[in-house]
T-cell receptor, first 114, second 119 residues
Framework: AQTVTQSQPEMSVQEAETVTLSCTYDTSENNYYLFWYKQPPSRQMILVIRQEAYKQQNATENRFSVNFQKAAKSFSLKISDSQLGDTAMYFCAFMNYNTDKLIFGTGTRLQVFP | GAVVSQHPSWVICKSGTSVKIECRSLDFQATTMFWYRQFPKQSLMLMATSNEGSKATYEQGVEKDKFLINHASLTLSTLTVTSAHPEDSSFYIC???????????????FGEGSRLTVL
């Protein structure tokens, strides 16, 4: 069975600074997707960034980028130029290529300070 | 992007009653919807996969008679918590995959969630 581990329950960063959230996962599959979702206080889950396992190039979406290390089964999220609106819970998630079942990590609560 | 809406957003009920939560895809047809449960300050746990026109597939440890799921149309799935008890109080979230879309891109669309409080 696949598992997703987020070892940082809480993180904080000052506005405009950079922060990295860690995520590791365990799977025997070779084809899969990895995601970072943001859950603000409104509780609406928002997709931040997605990575296909077969792609070696790290995904980037504006201020958000990942460091995907397939051999190490590591998938960290880097947020550059942090903004107050980035304050939220961040969940790392795994999806097997052949299913749409998302397996979530325990989440990291990020607080951005002015 | 695609919109998934849940109703009600918050419901309070007495112990022993049943509560129905709706999940609708507003601008696309969803062949598959997923129901998650989230306890305070915890992660989302998949409860079941709802396929249009067929029985839901429940995850291990989820009582199918307790959490009834119906996916009668391509835009609506419902979760009914039967004979609710205080321990069923939680945040319930649905997500949906579109026809030929979500599984290709790997993206699911989430509803806003429904908070259930059982007194």
């Amino acid at each position: 069975a696949q598992t997703v581990t987020q070892s940082q329950p809480e993180m904080s960063v000052q506005e405009a600074e950079t922060v990295t959230l860690s995520c590791t996962y365990d799977t025997s599959e070779n084809n899969y997707y990895l995601f970072w979702y943001k859950q603000p206080p409104s509780r609406q889950m928002i997709l931040v960034i997605r990575q296909e396992a077969y792609k070696q190039q790290n995904a980037t979406e504006n201020r958000f980028s990942v460091n995907f290390q397939k051999a190490a089964k590591s998938f960290s999220l880097k947020i550059s130029d942090s903004q107050l609106g980035d304050t939220a819970m961040y969940f790392c998630a795994f999806m097997n290529y052949n299913t749409d079942k998302l397996i979530f990590g325990t989440g990291t609560r990020l607080q951005v300070f002015p | 992007g695609a919109v998934v809406s849940q109703h009600p957003s918050w419901v309070i009920c007495k112990s022993g009653t049943s509560v129905k939560i709706e999940c609708r895809s507003l601008d696309f047809q969803a062949t598959t919807m997923f129901w998650y449960r989230q306890f305070p300050k915890q992660s989302l746990m998949l409860m079941a996969t709802s396929n249009e026109g067929s029985k839901a597939t429940y995850e291990q440890g989820v009582e199918k008679d307790k959490f009834l799921i119906n996916h009668a149309s391509l835009t609506l799935s419902t979760l009914t918590v039967t004979s609710a008890h205080p321990e069923d109080s939680s945040f319930y979230i649905c997500s949906a995959r579109g026809l030929g879309g979500g599984s290709v891109t790997g993206e699911l669309f989430f509803g806003e969630g429904s908070r259930l409080t059982v007194l």
